[in-house]
């Protein structure tokens, strides 16, 4: 076999493949666009004959779709900013030495990488709601999320400032830089597209999150969409052609992300998980 | 004052700070609540005392009951089948498609970075398109065993005991294949090829290689990825929330979910406290496993 006939057969497998791994989310989309009966026809169709694409404008207004986002966006944006100001040092710190106490920073931020998040919601309510934060649910989210992904953003970034030589910081010492200035001027430029990357990655963690905005955001003003998604699908439901348009409003903007900084996304993941 | 500020500014106090702020911040935010809740394990909270540190001391009554009710056991050995299928399965799927995509073609890294979606979805969608799809009398997965003839009746999935543990498992699996095929795909492309070069050339043929190469060069990695899988199903939570909320009748209940359950449905605190501090204990040793098995990597 010649090797254009094999790359191309290889490919096309690929594809197919593929195709099947992402059959779920093809299944999102199209389920949308069905009418109520099309959906539960047997058997079911896998193209929609009658595309309903007013549904995305109904389930927005119907299910106040734009408080949810906003919240799910203000919780996220909120967490990626108390993780990369207090995150980005930390990283450095970790990435520049290497003794005994850096070895042991490293395997506290490693333990703490692992505590599921559903067995430390007991204590964290708990705790919270003992000294008042409950009373600022969205902030005490925040907060549980950034203790919950900062090990996580940690490692990554610290695998990004492992790449950036160390001889260009000291030579910008020796021009007469502080250590600040040397940190603000020399490294934190060239680190920056890996912080960024790192960011994003935490940003899509965070606006997903479920558990501790179940358990301590009472309000339903102030609830992010995954919960709403969750008070959405009741045990015995029949709306799946909404709860899928939901659920596509929800998860296309992250999609978009993800497909257009792929490439990054996947080798940032890479260098900072297992290398 | 001078001098600790010019050390803030361009000396050990400037990496001493940048570094003791978080620490600070993931030791009050995760290190405490950790120890408040070994505390509450050996407390009994009720709604009436959830306000006061002080509440009353009541040894391993917790562990005590919550080993004596009917439902410990089962949930238990729930979570065992949870961890090992899902790890099973996304071992092995996501270990043959990293072999598959390790072939160079055009297009292999586009399309293999591609499987990463199922990642970077909230868990919560993940599992509300899986409910859609395992759903019984018209969810797609059953029209699809149906005409491939694998079964003949509807399986409910989401309702039948002996399937429901399953349905999440299913959802699990396709969640973390991705991620499972990423990293050893990274494993994969650090055996050097010349290895296979000369094994060509001694007349091994591709079962040798595979048993006798890239299996024992790829062990730190599987280590590693074993040990990173546990950590991530014992994580797992909005798929239950999402596709059996632990029913029918505790058929598919967790523990991760059983401690949530018990703390904010039953509003039993301590319990939930409980059934934590053990399940932590638990983790924790997983994860020194894991740090141990990479550790040369992560010092790097």
Sequence with gaps: MSNVSRDRLLLAVAIILAGIYLFPLYWMYITTIKSGSEMFATPPTFWPTDPQWQIFGNVWQSRNMGRYIWNSLAIACGAVCVITVLGVGCAYVLARYRNIWVDIGLFLILMLQVLPASLMVTPIFVGFSQIGLLNYPRLAVILAIAAKSMPFFVVLVRATFMSVPQELEEAALVDGNSRVGAFFNIVLPLARNGILVSAILIFMQAFGEFVYSKSMIQAVELQPASVGLNSFMGPNTNEWNNIMAYAAIYVTPILAIFVLLQRRIVSGLTSGALK | ?300
Excluded: C
């Excluded at chain 2, 018209?138 to 003839?149: A, D, M, P, Q, Y």
């Excluded at chain 2, 190469?213 to 990173?228: H, K, Q, V, Y």
């Design chain 2, 1 to 300: 004052m001078k001098r600790f500020l010019s050390s803030m500014i361009d000396g050990r106090g400037f990496d001493i700070g940048l570094v003791s702020l978080p620490l600070a911040f993931l030791l009050t935010l995760s290190g405490l609540p950790l120890l408040y809740n070994i505390v509450m394990s050996f407390q009994e909270v009720d709604m009436f005392s959830l306000g006061s540190f002080w509440r009353p001391f009541v040894g391993l009554k917790n562990y005590r009951d919550l080993f004596a009710q009917p439902e410990t056991w089962p949930i238990l050995a729930n979570t065992a089948t949870f961890v090992a299928a899902s790890i099973a399965g996304q071992f092995l799927v996501g270990f043959g498609l990293a072999l598959f995509f390790w072939t160079s073609f055009p297009g292999a890294s586009w399309l293999r970075g591609l499987f990463l979606v199922s990642w970077v979805m909230p868990g919560l969608v993940v599992g509300a398109i899986w409910n859609w799809i395992l759903s019984g009398d018209f969810g797609v997965l059953n029209f699809i065993l149906r005409e491939t003839g694998l079964i003949d009746g509807n399986i409910f999935w989401r309702s039948d005991p002996g399937f429901s543990l399953w349905a999440v498992i299913i959802a699990n699996i396709w969640l973390g294949t991705s991620f499972n095929m990423i990293l050893l795909s990274v494993g994969l492309s650090a055996i050097p090829r010349d290895l296979y070069e000369a094994s060509e050339l001694d007349g091994a043929n591709v079962w040798q290689r595979f048993w006798t190469i890239t299996l024992p060069m790829m062990r730190s990695s599987i280590g590693a990825i074993m040990a990173l899988g546990l950590i991530f199903t014992l994580q797992q939570f909005d798929l239950f929330a999402a596709i059996t909320s632990g029913g029918p009748n505790n058929a598919s209940n967790v523990t991760q979910y059983w401690a949530w359950d018990l703390s904010f449905r039953q509003y039993d605190f301590a319990k939930g406290a409980t059934i934590s501090v053990i399940m932590i204990a638990f983790v924790m040793v997983a994860s020194v496993v894991y740090v141990r098995s990479t550790r040369h990597e992560v010092r790097g």
